[in-house]
């Protein structure tokens, strides 16, 4: 969900007023990836390296993060949606934790689509915690995913990345689900996620849906 400033910028508005467009548009796309049958949608809100900002701003995020779970919690229930967290929970507010855990209840038995919000997210830390854990002993990726996913508190079964569409017109992964999307289709999108709607996901899963995924095959084998 990346633009949100400089659309904010562009439109003569505050940085935080940016955020608020960008709760508003991503509130569309979950509605719009429950219509299209998604069955995982991962929204990258905060990354570890977020915290570097300004304080006010990182202020105003977390606020934003509390009151949006709040004001979603309901929505996602209507709409059969498994909200959960994505990262480390240690370095929240508390008063932002527990509003985690309460609407992660809330929401568990939603059997539509699992959205996952990523908030002091950081792939790369990821894969070390996981790698610590193993104390040296090896094991099979399948296994290494699971504790990928399980170290930054995703209760679900692992699984890889099929699509990652990025918005605001950078062309980078930005440290976002680096062991999940070795074989993930990327899409670049130009908007700004503030102006992102249901019929841009709707092209870029079209685009996906004619991709030519080969896992390292040749065209042939992938062909039979
Ligand atoms: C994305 O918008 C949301 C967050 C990272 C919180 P940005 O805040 O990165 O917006 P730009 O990139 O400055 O426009
Ligand atoms: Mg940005």
Redesign the pocket.
């Known amino acids: ?7 904010a910028t562009a439109h003569g508005y505050s ?1 935080s007023a ?2 608020e467009a ?1 709760l508003r548009a991503a509130r569309n796309i979950v509605e719009a990836a429950v219509r299209e049958g998604v069955g995982t949608l991962t929204l990258y ?3 570890s390296d ?1 915290w570097k900002r300004p304080g006010a701003e990182v202020t105003a ?1 977390m606020r934003l993060f509390r009151r949006a779970l709040l004001g979603e919690a309901k929505r996602c229930l209507d709409n059969g949606v498994r909200l959960t967290i994505l990262g480390r929970r240690d370095r929240l507010p508390s008063s932002l934790r527990h509003t985690v855990e309460q609407v992660e209840a809330l929401t568990a038995s939603g059997a539509n689509m699992h959205l996952r919000v990523a908030v002091d997210y950081s792939a790369r830390d990821a894969v070390l915690r996981a790698a610590s854990a193993l104390r040296g002993d090896s094991v099979s990726r399948e296994a290494f995913g699971e504790l990928v996913a399980r170290v930054d508190n995703d209760r679900l079964p692992a699984r890889d990345v099929d699509l990652v569409v990025r918005t ?1 017109g950078e062309q980078r992964l930005s440290d976002f689900l680096l062991w999940e999307c070795a074989y993930a289709e990327l899409k670049f999108v130009s908007k ?2 503030p102006d992102f709607t249901a019929d841009d996901l709707a092209e870029a899963l079209a685009d996906f849906r004619g991709r030519n995924r080969r896992f390292g095959l040749a065209p042939e084998q992938v062909a039979s």
């Open positions: 969900m990346d633009g949100n400033g400089r659309w940085r940016g955020h960008g809100a905060f990354s977020n995020l605001g700004m996620w």
